[in-house]
């Protein structure tokens, strides 16, 4: 170790150190912390390129980090080097031909979002996490809430600049809307958590900022009567843009945290539904909505007002820092077929009730990925890591047994890493390793990650 950071300090100077925060050791969740010898604060693609190849060379093991909002301990080192790219933040110009916009890794989303709306543009991946990185979204697949209508994170990456684990620099995809050239390299680096190699920017697609965007919260007396309302929804064929369910006791968690309001309080659960489009497509798809459901739920209220609007979409957004402000919890994200989102989230709640257990439950009904927060509160913190094992056991195998899968878009990484090898053929993961092994030989990038050991 001490003649790799010897090398590397003579290489990058003053962007290496050896005394660092102790928020590089872990995640968002902070629940585990690691351990790293020495950190590299790149700002460009050439230093990305030199410090893998030094650590390869000299069999250092590597930990890719960008803002730290993972919750599934994908950034806790074990050892070695952790490379923070999050410096590397440039974002070019908008190329209106081919509807396109390149940025480095470290650009944030909110950024993103933020620039290219402000020139009549739009980048619809939204996750809740709006402080995450291009970068980090990229490695999970990062979905949000309004992946019913516009898909996910890989879906509007068109190329990746991509630095191997032996530093070379290579471009993966094209700013083209059709390729068939080959084995698609850009897709198996999509949500591949950092364990193939390091992705310093990408050229991104974009579409025309939709004219005019509306939302509804309708609250029903329970999440079973909220959840059986969704085929009703999907019947009518209207393409919303997002469909969030919640309940009134989560939302009274975020209420507290945020200290704002909540309308129709009285309801014990919600779906948050948003169209967009043009201004008539979008209040015609809401005439139809209520009309569709005026007898199926307890109140329908169109978020005409700004302050009201943005309260609810506020809330719903900081659940999960509200849930870590409260105490020691654990993160679940998971995915179930749309017919079975009710029966999951029943599954947990009676989950709940037997174990004496507090879980959340909150999600993208509109695509099934169910979010869960488990929480410790009054359980002796020498018990908790049973118990939590026990719960999580419970929980994935019920997923599984629903048709579903271990996450949806926060990725493996140490947290999930049990749970997603006790239900997936090992002939799958042979697979995986060996697409590991092709990239990364000596097993170098994030090798705690997922199925990378």
């Given amino acids: 170790m001490e003649k790799f950071i010897k090398l590397i300090k003579d290489k990058l100077g003053d962007k290496v150190t050896l005394v660092f925060d102790k928020k590089y050791l872990s995640d968002y969740v902070g629940a585990i912390q690691g351990k790293a010898d020495v950190l590299v604060k790149a700002e460009t693609t050439d230093d990305v390129a030199a410090a893998l190849k030094l650590a390869y060379e000299n069999d250092i093991n590597i930990v890719i980090r960008g803002a730290g909002t993972n919750l599934v301990a994908s950034t806790v080192p074990e050892g070695g080097l952790v490379l923070d790219v999050s410096n590397l933040k440039e974002i070019g110009q908008i190329d209106e031909f081919n509807q396109s916009i390149e940025v480095g890794c470290g650009v944030k989303l909110c950024d993103l979002q933020n620039f290219v709306e402000s020139k009549g543009w739009f980048y619809p991946p939204d996750p809740a996490e709006k402080e995450a990185t291009i970068g980090g979204n990229i490695s999970t697949n990062a979905g949000g809430m309004r992946a019913v209508k516009y898909g996910v994170t890989r879906d509007y990456v068109r190329e990746l600049e991509f630095v191997t684990p032996q530093g070379n620099v290579l471009k993966l995809g094209a700013d083209t809307i059709k390729d068939s050239s080959g084995l698609n390299l850009k897709h198996l680096v999509i949500g591949s958590e950092g364990t193939l190699g390091v992705v310093t920017k990408a050229r991104l697609k974009l579409i025309p900022k939709p004219a005019y965007t509306q939302s509804a919260l309708i609250a029903f007396t329970s999440l079973r009567k909220a959840l059986d309302a969704l085929p009703t929804l999907f019947a009518m064929s209207l393409k919303p843009t997002a469909i969030e369910f919640v309940e009134r006791k989560v939302i009274a968690i975020g209420e507290n945290y ?13 779906l948050i539904v948003t169209f967009d489009g043009s201004e008539q497509d979008v209040l015609d798809a809401f005439n139809i909505a ?18 009201v609007s943005s309260n609810v979409w506020e809330i ?18 998971t995915v179930v077929p749309l017919s079975k989102v009710a029966d999951f989230v029943d599954f947990v709640n009676k989950l709940s009730q037997k174990e004496g257990v507090r879980i959340l439950s909150f999600g993208h009904a509109g695509d099934g990925n169910v979010h869960l927060c488990i929480i410790k509160d009054e359980i002796p913190l020498e018990k908790w890591p049973l118990v939590l094992q026990h719960i999580l056991d419970e929980i994935y195998n019920n997923v599984y047994e629903l048709g579903g899968l271990t996450a949806a878009e926060h990725g493996i990484g140490k947290s999930k890493r049990r749970y997603f090898l006790n239900h997936t053929a090992p002939e799958t993961i042979a697979l995986m390793r060996a697409v590991k092994a092709a990239f990364d030989p000596k097993g170098l990038l994030n090798p705690h990650d997922g199925y990378a050991i």
Avoid at 291 to 303: H, M, S, V
Avoid at 316 to 333: F, H, N, T, Y
Wanted: charged share 30%; net charge negative; aromatic share 8%.
């Fill in 290 to 307: 209520k009309n569709e459901l005026k007898n199926l739920c307890l109140d329908f209220i169109e978020l005409t007002d700004p302050k």
């Fill in 316 to 333: 719903r957004a900081a659940l999960a820092k509200a849930v870590q402000a409260s105490g020691i919890w654990e993160p679940v994200d």
């Fill in 258 to 270: 945020l200290s704002k309001e909540f309308p129709c309080p009285e309801a014990e659960a919600y």
